[in-house]
């Protein structure tokens, strides 16, 4: 009895160990932090993103843009929020035109509100206010990309007007 007793004490320790180790946060990333990607088509490669250089949800998350392309591929939305102009004249494949003067305006995109919603602007500051207007509508999951160089940082690649 004193023998089974030990050994499922042991093993609720164990399990109760193991638990713990898997919710401590994580360290936030280092700089130039080395990471592996898989490209379409097979092969790994690997790819160093400058952290520093993203914006501060990317680097909360760690979020790279093949992350956000398979995300929106599974029902998440990526929005552009400069003018309508400047997203012809170049912006990401995934990314639906959401300028941010339709936002000042009180004009919300008609999604659940547990949709994951990622956003870049021009800039670091149009996207800010970008996402805490939606964050303030009670949209829940809501991701500030941050700029055109920052989404550039974590991988993303812009389309331009003549391809």
Not at 79 to 103: K, M, N, W
Not at 127 to 141: E, I, K, N, P, T
Request: with cysteine.
């Amino acid at each position: 009895m004193k023998k089974s007793a030990s050994i499922f004490l042991a093993l609720v320790l164990l399990l109760g160990f193991v638990g713990y180790e898997q919710f401590q946060p994580k360290a936030p990333p280092k700089e130039n932090q080395l990471i592996k990607t898989q490209l379409r088509g097979g092969g790994g490669m690997e790819a160093r993103i400058n952290w520093s250089k993203a914006s501060q949800d990317a680097q909360i998350y760690q979020i790279r843009f093949e992350q956000v392309r398979a995300a929106v591929m599974n029902g998440a939305k990526c929005y552009d929020v400069r003018s309508f102009i400047e997203y012809q004249l170049g912006h990401v494949d995934i990314a639906e035109p959401l300028p941010l003067s339709t936002l000042e305006k009180q004009e919300f995109p008609s999604l659940i509100h547990d949709v994951p919603i990622y956003l870049y602007g021009s800039d670091g500051v149009s996207s800010a206010q970008a996402a805490r207007s939606l964050r303030d509508q009670g949209f829940r999951y809501v991701y500030d990309l941050g700029s055109l160089e920052q989404i550039k940082v974590i991988g993303a690649r812009l389309k331009e007007w003549w391809e």
